[in-house]
């Protein structure tokens, strides 16, 4: 499924480090991320897209001795916070970047607000989950405009920028029906616990589960797609809404973990979790603890502390290259390594991996 990297080559000889840098912004830089995004992971390989166009040299931004950097959340939950700490380890390390997490609230309106200071201040670069992708892309061009780059993660942007890190919302999803569908013998009824329309992952995340059931396991039917917004308590709600009018209901895919676990509470408390596969998408520590205890069927799971690592090692090397954001042929792209956890393979994801 990976599709076939490509670089333009081009001699650095006589170039600066600086300048050097500035050249391969437009696509260099993200596929050496991307490669050592693949070999720090270990077996798995990342997808990586990048322009064989390598975009005009620019002159290089002035050095300086401190750099400011912030995260602009969606809101905070257990994904996003994780992000956060992978990224302020990074920062931390180098002794002059001031980094700062902010809280976008789950709203539109707010995050501009918060682009439009960031951008005001003068930041060296803005990480950014969109609450709406095509809500804050005005507010994405103006960092461009003003020369700050801008790197996405997991939710993109219409505005093309820097670069986008994501976990694989299709691919995995469609990994999950496969896996899924496997345990429920390849028939039965499946009921999905969904996020809210109009964010990118959400359609992702559903249209890879229903296409991998149409490809692997055609009689299964999916019985229900409703909202619970991410969220546990709403989908213990919704999840008994549904068992109420589906009894034979056989499987449940929360669109993210927490919704997922709301199903697990509720099969638990009808008695009935013995007859359910339940899956999850994410991988966060309380879903890979309900597998272990044979609640929780599986996940898809994603080191997203290793997410916000690499999505802030690339930054720190573009920001203190002195790369302007207009230096960008194209928009780089990473999609995460990932694998489906379930009882079986649980056990090979460590402490120090689990967030």
């Known amino acids: 499924m990976n599709e076939k990297s490509k670089v333009t080559s081009f001699d650095p000889h006589g170039l600066s480090r600086r300048r050097f840098l500035i050249s391969a912004a437009g696509g260099a830089s993200a596929i050496a991320f991307g490669t050592l995004l693949g070999a720090c992971q270990g077996s798995a390989t990342p997808e990586v ?28 939950h257990t994904v996003p916070t994780a992000w956060g700490q992978g990224i302020k380890e990074i920062t931390d390390i180098q002794q002059n970047i001031d980094f700062q997490v902010l809280d976008g609230q789950g709203k539109s309106d707010v995050q501009i607000s918060l682009m439009d200071t960031a951008i005001s201040q003068g930041v060296d670069a803005i990480f950014l989950q969109p609450v709406d992708s095509v809500g804050v ?39 999950i029906a496969k896996t899924m569908g496997d345990m429920m ?24 589960f229903v296409d991998g059931l149409k490809q692997h396991h055609p009689n299964i039917e999916v019985i229900a797609d409703q909202v619970a ?25 929360g669109v993210n973990d927490s919704m997922a676990l709301g199903a697990v509470d509720v099969a638990k408390s009808k008695g009935v979790l013995d007859k359910m596969v339940i899956f999850g998408n994410d991988g966060e520590k309380d879903a890979l603890e309900s597998i272990e205890k044979g609640e929780l069927s599986g996940t898809q799971y994603t080191d997203v502390w290793q997410q916000g690592r690499f999505a802030a090692a690339f930054t720190i090397g573009i920001a203190t290259g ?6 960008f042929g194209s928009q780089g ?5 990932y694998i489906i956890a ?12 689990r967030w």
């Open 49 to 76: 897209a990048a322009t064989t166009e390598s975009a005009p040299v620019a002159e290089p931004k002035a050095a300086k001795d401190s750099y400011k950097m912030v995260f602009i959340q969606f809101m905070p």
């Open 185 to 208: 013998g390849g028939k039965g009824k499946v009921a999905i616990l969904n996020a809210p329309p109009g964010i990118i992952i959400r359609d992702m995340r559903t249209n890879g």
């Open 137 to 175: 892309a005005p507010s994405i061009k103006k960092a461009r405009d003003a020369g700050i780059p801008v790197i996405t993660l997991n939710i993109d942007s219409t505005e093309p920028h820097a670069a986008h890190v994501e976990m694989n919302h299709y691919f995995g999803a469609i990994d």
């Open 322 to 327: 002195g790369v302007s954001a207009q230096a």
């Open 333 to 337: 792209h990473v999609l995460m390594p």
């Open 342 to 353: 379930t009882k079986d393979n649980v056990s090979a994801i460590l402490p120090h991996q």
């Open 229 to 253: 917004d991410w969220d546990r308590k709403k989908a213990q709600d919704v999840f008994s809404a549904i068992l109420t009018a589906n009894p034979d209901v056989g499987g449940v895919y």
